[in-house]
């Protein structure tokens, strides 16, 4: 608490949400530089608990609420386990529960040179950040003051997952640097106004693995300027150490003391080094012949649990046989499991079958039980590299059927980073690498890694469906119908690869080879019906609107999907009926038949609300959800075409007419010949009364097929087609 805070006064002015009434705040825990943490007490489940109120950073909004979603993700026991989640109008608040232990720096005190006892410690540490890192959040403030030592000996992390790279020890003062703040763990490179990393974290660790080794921290005796001249300078090589601290605990913390960042040791890795160092220094061992004999005790009563488990086990399946099947059938999942042996590589048969029969119709059903067997093969070994990259397929596959949630996608590119680092000579590690560096629209880079993974498993059908992707979205259409095509011939079953032919096809202007392609998907996958939406789009194009239309019932009838919804919005926009549109957007962006976090649908939606009477309030809601959700993407991915130029046509319906022009001057500089990013330019400038910039840009695109209906019905046009120098 700083000096000069008014607990009492703070108190007062809080006013939480009605949803968190049964909370009463007892006292301040700390301040932070975003908010503060309360004490408080749940008058319903009559406990105590700590409220964190984080202060909103303006856009950053958005960003704390995924970090604080996926702190409540963490399961390591270090971390606070989250509660709730409230928003109000200036605020975001966390409901956790309290940490009780012995501050860190009274711990030490108590344990000075036990080396064994800061070993375990810093492994504890370690572990618990490993898992942070991977979810891509970020400590940024390891200090003495975060941490706590509870009753079982194990470390309580308080901060981790609302830092995100802004340290909590800004800058701002001389007089605030000392040798004894939170300035004094900073990596070097923190001080170039660096955001916090990983690797930033791991060194600060390691300072404060030094300052629990040797009693202090290395530069105790420096304060102001100074310190941080010789904090940006140093070389912990030449930091004095005590005689006592082994030679391997030595260069352990020194792996993590790095200068440069990228040469520290991972989390992980801590981990892994801590291990051998506590074998090899016999911290493990024990000469009791106490805990020896409890030790045998307990080794003789598992054994013979096991004995009765095996047993009960037989009983249970003679019961089963000789005719008591209703008594089990609701656990029978749980009693198959139990019964059969374990086998790796018969998990591995049953989840890679699964996963490729998701790839050809994805149900639900089939993503689950690929998971559960990649799990079972973690669940013995944690490092199995091949299940790793199997896993980031899978949260990848449940971050774009879901509602776009942030936590699948995060996990899915830290289990392809796992994988990569366990073992980067797997086909399986090299897709899902390659999926990640798609997903961020990084074309090149995609490519070179599906190829490696082709050259170690040809058949890989995940291998060739992310190329067939990467050379569509990239542009290379006529590469992608050669793919495609050979695609189909070496996977009878998929259908995804004569999709993406079909509308590469579509592209080129190319319709009958198109349609043939789509009749193709759908006799070998009839039951799926994205086809059918698709087809029916092609359909419309070529003005075959009814027919189009009855496509897309055939579809509605075998299984609504998003993509129907959207194509039967998109018909119906086009058809002048504009209720009709709004009404099957709607679905598509509904939580219980669409995908709310599309982007693109919402705006869609908006764009139809535009056009119904008394609708442009919830019009803008609309198109403030798309921005919202595209935000988040352009962040990822500055220099998208597409991106910038919906990015525009957003600012541009929210009368942000400065930065549509910016966005799209930034789109037409990097592809001033593509025919979406020439139209939408066109439509921005129409809407901002540009007349003349209007007709020039939609005039490039107006013969074009693919454009054709949307530039002869959109009502934002119907001004501009009256215009005599559009018909020119």
Known sequence: MTQGFNEQSVLSDVVLPAALRQYQLKGIVAREHAGQIFAAWDTQLCRDVWIRRIHHQGENAAQILVQAR???????????????LEESAEDL????????GTPLLDWLGQNQGDHKAILNLVMQIATALAEAHQLGLVHGDIQPKQFLIDTSRQVRILNCGFVGGRSSTALSSIDQIDSSGGLAYFAPERFANSTATPASDVYALGTLLYQ????????????????????????????????????????????????????RISCLEIVEQGRVIREAEGYSSTNSSINLQGLQGQLAELARRRKRNRILGAVLALS???????????????????????????????????????????????????????????????????????????YLSRYHSSQRDEIWLQKAK????????????????????????????????????????????????LAWHTKMSCLYESGRLIEAIAWGQQGAKNFPQDRFMLELKAVSHRALNDFPEAEAALRESLRRQPDFSNAYGILADTLAMQGKREEAMQV??????????????????????????????????????????????????????????????????????????ARKLLDI????????????????????????????????????????????????????????????????????????????????????????????????
């Not at 102001?224 to 601290?245: F, I, N, S, Y």
Request: proline share 5%; net charge neutral; charged share 25%.
């Open 70 to 84: 996926l702190a409540a993700a963490l399961k390591h026991p270090a971390f606070a386990k989250i509660h709730a």
């Open 633 to 728: 993407r352009l962040n990822r991915s500055p220099d998208d075409k597409y991106l910038l130029i919906d990015m525009a046509f957003l600012q541009a319906r929210l009368g942000e007419k400065a930065l549509a022009e910016k966005y799209v001057a930034q789109a037409l500089q990097i592809d001033a010949s593509d025919d979406y990013v020439l139209f939408y330019a066109g439509m921005i400038e129409e809407l901002m009364g540009q007349r003349e910039r209007a007709v020039s840009l939609i005039a490039k695109v107006k013969d074009n097929p693919n454009y054709k209906s949307r530039v002869h019905d959109h009502p934002a046009l119907q001004s501009l087609r009256k215009d005599p120098r559009f018909n020119q």
């Open 212 to 263: 629990m080794l040797n009693g202090s921290l290395p530069f105790v005796h420096l304060q102001g300027l100074a310190m941080v001249a010789a904090m940006v300078q140093a070389d912990a090589e030449k930091w004095p150490c005590r005689a006592e601290v082994s030679p391997a605990l030595r260069e352990w913390m020194l792996a993590m003391l790095k200068r440069q960042p990228e040469q």
């Open 93 to 100: 608040f966390v409901i956790g529960e309290a940490m009780i």
């Open 414 to 461: 830290a289990s392809a980073q796992q994988a990569m680092q366990l073992n980067p000579n797997l086909a399986i590690s090299l897709v899902a690498e390659a999926k990640i560096a798609h997903w961020h629209h990084k074309y090149d880079e995609t490519l070179k890694l599906v190829e490696q993974a082709l050259k170690i498993e040809p058949q890989n059908l």
């Open 320 to 394: 089963v046989i000789a005719g008591g099947v209703w008594l089990a059938k609701p656990d029978w999942p749980l009693i198959v499991k139990a019964l059969r042996p374990f086998s790796e590589s018969r998990e591995f048969e049953i989840g890679i079958a699964a996963l490729e029969q998701y790839s050809y119709n994805p149900r639900p059903k089939l993503l689950d039980q690929a998971e559960v067997s990649f799990a079972r093969i973690l669940e013995k070994k944690a490092d199995n590299a091949r299940a790793v990259g199997y896993m980031s397929v899978i």
């Open 552 to 625: 897309l019932q055939q579809g509605l009838q075998i299984k609504p999907n998003v993509l129907l919804f959207e194509t039967l919005g998109k018909l119906r926009f086009q058809q002048g009926d504009f209720e009709g549109a709004v009404s099957a957007f709607k679905d598509a962006v509904s939580p219980d038949r669409g995908v709310t976090g599309s982007y693109s649908r919402w705006l869609n939606y908006g764009e139809a609300l535009m056009w119904v009477e008394n609708r442009n309030t919830d019009a803008r809601s609309a198109f403030e959800m």
